[in-house]
């Protein structure tokens, strides 16, 4: 097995800069996902891995091997992509073979590994299967089966199950995290999706533009984004943002947020206080805007007042659009809630969890 390396890593399509300066380092057996929007280089980043791309300045190591200038056959790497990339005119075996016997691997030894593989996955009973006879969750299954039967020292898979439909990506997922704790491989996985991100990833690293963002756990990205863009991207509904201004008043520090005026715990007020009178932007995410009736307890809460917009029932929680004269923003409410479209109703917000960021840099203030 082996651990993964970016150094200073650019990579250029003509003026366009498709990876500016990857710094990162992946240990052995870690599972690393890029996540970010369409265009903002995580592909470029796993096909620069690959071989697929050719690094325009900087250095790519798999372990302690430099592999710029290595084939991509001898880069000890196998890739699942999005599109599969199944032969049509082979079964599952030979798509799962096909690999093994371009290198001349002995025959009963690439049987070993195939049944071994389809075991591992659950396609025992498909492997005399054309492609086009197989679902496709079936499909993704054999692909990431042809990658495990190399035996490599790193999977990279790109957006393996966006052609997955909703119900078999949540049940994909686990199949594959499951694997990854099976193999003990370096796992380097590429995704949209930053729920996919959150649920699979030891670690996240997300991009903007070429440029790596914030590289951390999944609970870190979310409890302490490095900037506007991270805060926004991590969390399903998204982060609320409010253009504000830091002010202090009666000895405390507060957040101005022109329709309302929040004042900071204690525990977080030496902080903010060398910022005062600073033009800032205010985070809260939906989770912590709460009705107050259902309120978790113990939160340090700041009430506002909002008017009911639109009202999302779930289920197991409301989301709530909530106005105010100068300010939209979502809540995550309890089903209980009395909360209802039009009404002019009181909002918890838990300060404990609130965020401040730099207006102009987009920073995060620590």
């Known amino acids: 097995m082996a651990s993964v390396t970016y150094e200073h890593v650019t990579k250029e399509f003509g003026d366009v800069v498709a990876v500016n300066d990857l710094n990162i380092h992946i240990p052995d057996k870690e599972f690393l996902v890029f996540v970010g929007p369409s265009g903002c280089g995580k592909t470029t980043s796993l096909r620069l891995l690959a071989g697929l791309e050719e690094v325009t300045e900087g250095s790519i190591f798999i372990g302690d091997r430099l592999v710029n200038d290595v084939p991509p056959k001898d880069r000890d790497i196998a890739m699942v992509f999005q599109s599969y990339a199944l032969y049509p005119h082979m079964s599952v075996y030979d798509n799962m073979a096909f690999g093994l016997k371009l290198r001349k691997t002995p025959k009963k030894e690439i049987e070993q590994r195939v049944h071994e593989s389809a075991k591992i996955l659950g396609i025992e009973q498909l492997l005399d299967r054309k492609p086009k006879q197989l679902s496709g969750g079936q499909r993704q299954r054999v692909a ?80 302490t984004p490095a900037n ?131 207006k102009q840099t987009e920073m995060a203030i620590r």
């Open 228 to 358: 506007i863009f991270v805060a926004g991207f991590i969390g399903s509904p998204a982060m609320n943002f409010m253009e504000a201004r830091l002010v202090e008043r009666d000895g405390k520090v507060a957040v101005d947020c022109a329709d309302f005026l929040l004042e900071v715990p204690d525990d977080r007020a030496n902080t903010y206080r060398p910022h005062l009178g600073e033009e800032v932007i205010f985070g809260i995410r939906p989770e912590d805007t709460h009705d107050p009736e259902y309120a978790p307890p113990g939160i340090k809460s700041a009430m506002v007042e909002a008017k009911v917009d639109v009202t999302e029932l779930m289920g197991y929680e409301v989301i709530v659009y909530l106005v105010s004269e100068k300010s939209e923003f979502l809540g995550r409410f309890d089903p209980r809630t009395g909360a209802r479209v039009g009404n002019t109703i009181q909002v918890a917000l838990n300060m404990d969890s609130m965020h401040i960021f730099d």
């Open 144 to 223: 990431v089966g042809r990658a495990i039967v190399r035996e490599p020292y790193v999977f990279l898979m790109d957006e393996p199950l966006s052609n997955l439909d909703a119900k078999l990506r949540v049940q994909a997922r686990a199949e594959i995290s499951k694997l990854h704790q099976r193999l003990g491989t370096t796992f380097i996985y590429v995704t949209h999706d930053q729920v996919e991100a959150m649920t699979m990833g030891t670690r996240i690293a997300v991009m903007r533009d070429g440029i790596l963002q914030q590289v951390d756990s999944p609970q870190v990205l979310y409890d």
